[in-house]
């Protein structure tokens, strides 16, 4: 089946550094892969997604790549906020063959201090 | 445009009672799903609807049911509550390009 393995944490940076999320995976067929944030309280919001191989998945500067070869799709920022610290979740869905069911990575929890 | 709603927020039940969560999609997405959060098992699927029929469905006992509406409502219920079922549950719907968008979830807890 579906799987989805990322680094738990927790990570703590200093603002401005560079943050780097390992995930991996395995999945038959073409899956989709996502990063989804959790913010205290809340629930999870779209991060990122990719839906073929090599494509890069960005937003609020944040950047992952899906590799084939490597199976993963790593998280990365250049430069972190304080607003960052959240819960980040690695996830993969078969939508290629209508399947959405999500399976998600245990989750990494990031903290920034200013 | 509205994002999707979870009620109720927080709720307290007791052991062996049961208890219904709603949700309500975005407006035009057609899939709903439910995920169990805990801080153990982290975040496991529930189950799918998509046009009122399950879809797919994860690996939990038969307490835990769900249905879906005509208007993409959708709602959860489980039955003879454990302690164990103590949890953040989310609701996601998506639309055809099937990202999912999650609710603030509801979290139930089991005394």
């Known amino acids: 089946g579906n799987s989805v393995t990322q680094m738990e944490g927790p990570v703590t940076l200093s603002e401005e550094a560079f943050l780097t999320i390992n995930c991996t995976y395995t999945?038959?067929?073409?899956?989709?892969l996502f990063w989804y944030v959790q913010y205290p309280g809340e629930g999870l919001q779209l991060l990122l997604k990719?839906?073929?191989?090599?494509d890069k998945g960005s937003n609020k500067g944040f950047e992952a790549t899906y590799r084939k070869e490597t199976t993963s799709f790593h998280l990365e920022k250049g430069s972190v906020q304080v607003s960052d610290s959240a819960v980040y979740f690695c996830?993969?869905?078969?939508?290629?063959?209508?399947?959405?069911?999500?399976?998600f990575g245990a989750g990494t929890t990031v903290t920034v201090r200013a | 445009k509205a994002g999707v709603t979870q009620t109720p927020r927080y709720l307290i039940k007791t052991r062996g009672q049961q208890v219904t969560l709603s949700c309500s999609p975005i407006s035009g997405h057609r899939s709903v799903s439910w995920y169990q959060q805990t801080p153990g098992q982290g975040l496991q699927f529930l189950f799918e609807?998509?046009?009122?029929?399950?879809?797919n469905k994860g690996n939990f006992p038969g307490r835990f049911s769900g249905r879906q509406f005509s208007n993409s409502r959708s709602e959860m219920n489980v039955s003879t509550l454990e302690l164990g079922d103590s949890a953040l549950y989310l609701c996601a719907s998506s639309r055809v390009t099937g990202e999912a968008f999650f609710g603030q979830g509801t979290r139930l807890t089991v005394v």
């Open positions: 609807y998509f046009s009122e029929t399950q879809r």
């Open positions: 999945a038959t067929g073409y899956p989709s």
């Open positions: 990719a839906t073929k191989a090599d």
């Open positions: 996830a993969l869905s078969g939508l290629r063959s209508n399947d959405y069911k999500l399976s």
